[in-house]
């Protein structure tokens, strides 16, 4: 992966990913994410990465989200 992406969030869930990255593409942050799980067991963690210069933005919508 190049150096401009960094890692902003990790879940174990896919459906919670899924639900992070749809909210981040509604704010225009481009991400991407990075399945680590075992397809059989679905056991590992699943990574959310966004570009260096929307890494602020998107871990402050990820915390208000979740406080809501």
């Known amino acids: 992966m190049e150096t401009d992406w960094v890692k ?3 879940t174990r ?3 919670e990913a899924a639900l ?3 909210m981040l593409k509604e704010y225009g942050i481009e991400s991407v994410m990075m ?3 075992d397809s059989e067991f ?3 963690e699943i990574h959310l ?3 260096r210069s929307d890494a602020e933005e998107a871990i ?3 915390e208000q989200t979740r406080e809501e």
């Open 8 to 10: 902003i969030y990790t």
């Open 13 to 15: 869930q896919s459906y």
């Open 20 to 22: 992070i990255q749809g």
């Open 35 to 37: 399945n680590r799980q």
């Open 42 to 44: 679905l056991v590992g």
């Open 49 to 51: 990465y966004v570009h």
């Open 60 to 62: 402050r919508l990820i």
